[in-house]
């Protein structure tokens, strides 16, 4: 069950879970694919889509006739309606909501949240601004069992793995990648030619990833607001980190970068180095303690309270020499090798794009 779930979310967010492969499980097959009604089951089945380590998620009372080396996973309601729960038997039970909604739900178990139209993908950016001026996260996003739907097309700053990690089939035998999203073909399709026409509505895009909000968003509008917005990605991965701190009851969390920084005098940095991307860890504090999120591997590390007035200049300025406008130099370097060896590097692996500002 365990796997399914990983599988599902998976599916629905459009990233692999950290530490899980992102290719597909077998040779030009599909990871995780969902059939919104049953009579497209067989076309799937009899397809290249699926192969040996697809996870098919069909509606309860779907058959496959003959053998399968793909696994069958029956759910009840729909992983794609807003509005309406699915279920994995009786031991897994998902809410699917709207953004717009959402801020008005109390959370009572795992939710995923969708963009379902412009207002839910406005509210959206306007919750995200919000968060980048004074550092107010929406509520419902943080919750530890919430999880917002089609990253890839909301700023994380990649495509996600396309047809090869996730397909949806509509009610109609329409297959994208998400029920928001661009049709790539039909049921029965090959997986070649649903990656090929993935590939080239990327490639006439400006912005990753122009399919799997297709439907819901007018392309020009999703893109603007990421021209806009450069910073989207780090805004998601700073949810990430204040989910992963909600689930171990830690509250009360404020993000470098989002709002202010915790050493004040770190606003005179001009174009600082974690202002976008994810290539290195965010900085969160309490009254009481301080983290390093490390988005790419989803670690968590605790940090001495007393160790931000070295961590936050390295992360904001990018290098130790820019970095040493603020703290000892030898206090940075000693914390910039510490943390290189843990795994999480507080500068960026390409030259500093920080410079002091003062």
Known sequence: ??????????????????????????????????????????????????????????????????????????????????GVEFSLGTDFYLQVQSYGISGYM???????????????????????????????????????????????????GHAGSGPALRLYVAATGAVSTSPGGLALGTAGDGLAALAAQWQRLNDDAGHPCAVSLGTAVPEEVRTAALAQRPWLGRYLAALDALRNLAGRQVTGVRVSGFGGRSVPALADVTDPADATGTDVPLLLWTDEAAYVYAPETDRMLG???????????????GSVEAAAA???????????????DAGAPLTARTPALATAGR
């Open 1 to 82: 069950m365990s796997e399914i779930k990983e599988r599902l979310m998976s599916w629905a967010t459009g990233r692999t879970v950290a530490g899980t492969a992102t290719a597909a499980p077998a040779e030009g097959s599909c990871r995780t694919v969902v059939l919104e009604s049953a009579e497209h089951l067989e076309q799937v089945l009899a397809s290249d889509v699926v192969g040996p380590g697809t996870t098919v998620l069909a509606p309860e009372g779907a058959t496959a006739d003959g053998d399968t080396t793909a696994a069958v996973v029956a759910y009840g309601g729909s992983a794609a309606e807003s």
């Open 106 to 156: 109390s959370v009572i178990g795992p939710t995923l949240v969708r963009i379902a139209d412009t207002a839910d993908f406005e509210a959206y950016v306007a919750d995200a601004e919000l968060a980048r001026q004074d550092g107010t996260f929406p509520a419902f996003l943080t919750s530890p069992v919430i999880q917002l739907a089609d990253l890839p097309a909301l700023g994380a």
């Open 303 to 317: 940090l001495r309270r007393e160790a931000v007035a070295l961590v936050e200049p390295l992360l904001a300025c």
């Open 326 to 340: 603020y703290a000892d130099r030898e206090k940075l370097e000693q914390v910039e090798r510490a943390f290189a």
